[in-house]
């Protein structure tokens, strides 16, 4: 049986999409271009792909930083990290059905950091 629509949301570090390297940040997927070619494939049958590129965020990983998290954090237009919950919010905006003409995008959840690069 071949589904006949749904969604995918990749997360990956705001560095990975950057192209740098990072110890403390995950880093499962190989960049911007995979969302879009998976959109690409996958939209036929419905199923929408999109990303979000995480700046900063509160995590347990990144709780071992300390006062490090605090000052990646305060480089951006925003001056903070990303809690969970925000995070989860737009996880699930992206996969809900407001979000139904969104496919092949890489949303940058990263508290304006993008915007000064």
Do not use: K
């Not at 990749?10 to 879009?36: I, W």
């Not at 809900?96 to 304006?112: H, M």
Request: a neutral charge; charged letters at 25%.
């Amino acid at each position: 049986m071949q589904a006949e629509s749904g969604h995918c949301v990749d997360y990956r570090s705001r560095l990975r999409r950057d192209e740098r390297a990072s110890p403390v940040l995950p880093h499962r997927s190989t960049g911007p271009a995979d969302g879009r070619s998976w959109a690409a494939e996958f939209g036929p049958a419905g199923v929408r792909v999109n990303a979000v590129a995480l700046g900063p965020s509160r995590t347990e990983i990144t709780r071992s930083m300390g006062d490090m998290l605090d000052t990646l954090a305060a480089a951006s237009p925003l001056s903070r990290a990303n809690e969970p919950d925000e995070v989860a919010r737009v996880i699930a905006y992206l996969a809900g059905e407001d979000a139904r003409p969104i496919t092949g995008t890489v949303l940058a959840v990263d508290a304006g950091r993008v915007a000064t690069l």
